[in-house]
């Protein structure tokens, strides 16, 4: 994790960034709960929205692209990047460590765009403190059960490493708490729709709205009127 200094700095980094400028969307699940197809399905739909592709030192699964899927690093290059303050945010999961690039979501909030972390709890955890309008989604699986048979039927982990992330399942599902929006995933198409409401109503935020609010209250000045 990051020491208390960087985490501060980067915190009020992100803060300046954050102000009037696009939101970050934190979306959790435990492995297997679904919420790559209901990101890929949002990316599709809602406008102006990016998503942060991840470092990580993990083996990419067959069909994984680097650069699209992930970056996939050695473990030295991650410690190396780690260090040089290059994430935002890092944590390890399921043995491997998985870090948000800082430049990347600069880069995207920059350009106006809201943007997507496809995160684990521990990493919503520090986002959460490190960006306070950032906003929370956990992906619940509708049963342990489908969870298994999803994550079984990926067959993308050996039994070793589906085992690992079954167990850690039980812990990662009880911090649903911490989320401000929990979306129960039975069904794709409705909880796409139902991510992509959330996305649609934080943008409408008064918070969110000032700058504009303001931009066209100014039109209703007496000073205007003709
Ligand atoms: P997977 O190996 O199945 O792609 O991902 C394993 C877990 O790591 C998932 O819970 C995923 O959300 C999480 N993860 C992916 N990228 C990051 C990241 O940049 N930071 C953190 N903290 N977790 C990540």
């Known amino acids: 994790m990051l020491n208390e200094t960087e985490e501060k700095s980067a915190g009020e980094a992100m803060s300046e960034i954050i102000t009037g400028r696009g939101m970050l969307i934190v979306v959790s699940s435990p492995s297997g709960g679904g919420k790559g197809t209901l990101i890929r399905r949002v ?40 260090e040089a303050g290059a994430f935002l945010e890092y944590a390890r999961v399921h043995g491997n460590l998985y870090g948000t690039s800082h430049a990347q979501v600069e880069r995207e909030l920059a350009e106006g765009r809201d943007i997507i972390l496809e995160i684990d709890v521990q990493g919503a955890e520090s986002v959460r403190h490190l960006v306070r309008d950032a906003v929370s989604v956990f992906i619940l699986p509708p049963s342990f059960d489908t969870l298994r048979e999803r994550l079984e039927g990926r067959g993308s982990e050996r039994p070793n490493d589906l085992a690992l992330r079954l167990k850690n399942s039980r812990g990662e599902v009880e911090r649903y708490r911490e989320f401000q929006y929990v979306i129960i995933n039975d069904d794709a198409e409705a909880a796409s729709s139902q991510l992509a409401s959330v996305i649609y109503a934080e943008r409408a935020r008064r918070e969110r709205q000032e700058e504009a609010a303001q931009r066209v209250l100014a039109t209703f000045k007496e000073e205007n009127a003709i």
């Open 43 to 82: 990316l599709k739909t809602v406008p102006n929205l990016g998503y942060s592709v991840s470092f990580t030192t993990r083996r990419a699964r067959a069909g994984e692209i680097d650069g699209r899927d992930y970056f996939f690093v050695s473990e030295d290059k991650f410690k190396e990047m780690a």
